[in-house]
């Protein structure tokens, strides 16, 4: 994943801008201030000329004063601050040393001497100076602050979305080993024309699965269509058992989520409601917004928790339902780390067991539409009227035609 460059504050995107705007601001203004003040007071002009002379001082010792706390910003506390101190206390006294020498020579008919003059007006450079390298170091901090804050948001990005990648990426071998492992077997029955089908289906799958990247989001319309290429693979070896059926909303179809986050779903309901039922089962997806958020809900007319031969469709702990027992399956469990990387706490991932049987989870998520930019992998055809794909296999490459 590329590392986004740091972007500060829209003041100090230039920092070097920003510093010579903060100088010409701050000079200029105190410069502006002294002269009301005298002109307040009545005061000849060479008093203002004064003023420009401190003004002009000012900013030349602060370049300097720059360069030093530039150097000494990112060393140990002790040396930053000793170093500013002894610094600080050198450049106050060469300013006081300048505009006492600038008063003696305009005015020379103060009774005060030079020495009086550089101990009387010692506070006014220090105050300048001092509050000058004050917000010096405050801007600094706070940039290099903002910096931190954001690498160390970025890094997190880059870590959820690996987290994203491997929890995706984990379900390739696991749908892989189940679809390679009925294949062996049609070609241990010599069955070649089922496994060659099966093959072909499974080709256009992985095919359709490379285009989205892993930690990536697709529409519900994508998604739906990466899930009947998924079920013609199943239907090869369920045939009539395996009946499904998909109820979209138009508007549910443009919403955003991630990839291959129901296939899982789809498969343990091949797994827990098709097989082991001898007239298999119906699997239904149906996806409709409530308010601001998408609703899924993937239902099968299995057993349910029963009659799953000693294995709970449940991973650990889920929705409150309490420990499951084991399983060597990663589908359920997955969709709940991919929900939680992607929302967080804003998601909702409900799982329903009626005691006449079926098992039907329910998921909600924040509605997201479809970015402009967004990679195109295709959209199937979906409507709010109720979609039952037919059950028969096929033959390599012919297409299912849904029946209503």
């Known amino acids: 994943m590329a590392m986004l460059p740091f972007r500060p504050t829209p003041f ?13 601001a701050g000079w200029g203004g105190a410069m502006l201030l002294r002269a009301v ?12 000329i004064i003023i420009m002379i401190e003004a002009v001082t000012g900013f030349s010792i602060s370049l300097v004063l720059s360069v030093i706390f530039r150097s000494l910003i ?13 610094v600080l206390g050198l450049a106050v006294s060469l300013f006081a040393f300048i505009d006492a020498w600038v008063i003696g020579l305009y005015r020379p008919d ?29 801007i600094n901090f706070f940039l290099q602050v903002e910096e931190q804050a954001d690498r160390l948001e970025r890094l997190e990005a880059q870590a959820t979305g690996a987290q994203l990648a491997m929890l ?19 070609v241990l029955l010599k069955q070649t024309e089922p496994a060659n089908a099966m093959l072909t289906r499974l080709s256009s799958f992985l095919r359709h699965t490379l285009v989205t990247e892993p930690g990536g989001k697709v529409t519900l319309a994508q998604e739906v269509e990466t899930l009947q290429l998924y079920l013609d693979i199943e239907r090869m070896r369920f ?45 239904t997806l149906s996806a409709r917004l409530v308010g601001s958020r998408l609703r899924i809900t993937v239902s099968d007319t299995g057993p349910g ?29 997955n969709i709940r780390d991919r929900l939680a990387q992607a929302y967080g706490d804003d998601h909702l991932f409900e799982i329903r067991t009626p005691p006449s049987g ?14 402009v930019d967004a990679p195109v992998v295709g959209k199937p055809a979906l409507s709010g009227v109720a979609t039952t794909r037919s059950a028969h296999p096929l033959l390599p490459g012919q297409p299912m035609e849904p029946q209503t």
Request: glycine share 10%.
């Open 12 to 24: 100090f995107a230039n920092k070097n801008r920003a510093f010579w705007n903060l100088q010409f």
């Open 168 to 186: 995706r990426y984990q379900l390739n071998p696991h749908f892989l080993f189940n679809t390679l492992n009925s294949i062996s077997t049609l």
């Open 74 to 86: 990112n060393r140990k506390p002790l040396v930053t601050w000793g170093a500013t101190a002894i």
């Open 37 to 48: 003040s005298g002109i307040a007071g009545g005061n000849d002009l060479s008093f203002f």
């Open 110 to 138: 103060r009774e005060a001497g030079f020495a009086q003059l550089f101990v009387g007006i010692f506070i006014f450079p220090l105050t300048l100076l001092g509050a000058w390298s004050a917000l010096y170091y405050a």
């Open 239 to 283: 045939e009539e058992r395996l009946r499904t059926e998909f109820r979209v909303d138009p508007d549910a179809a443009e919403a955003c989520l991630p990839s291959m986050l129901l296939q899982p779903l789809v498969e343990n309901a091949i797994k827990y409601a098709v097989s082991p039922q001898e007239e298999g089962a119906r699997i």
């Open 305 to 333: 928790l029963q009659a799953t031969q000693g294995q709970s469709r449940l991973p650990g702990n889920i929705s409150g339902l309490g420990p499951g027992v084991s399983s060597t399956g990663v589908g359920l469990a």
């Open 358 to 371: 079926g098992f039907t989870v329910i998921i909600e998520i924040p509605y997201e539409a479809e970015r």
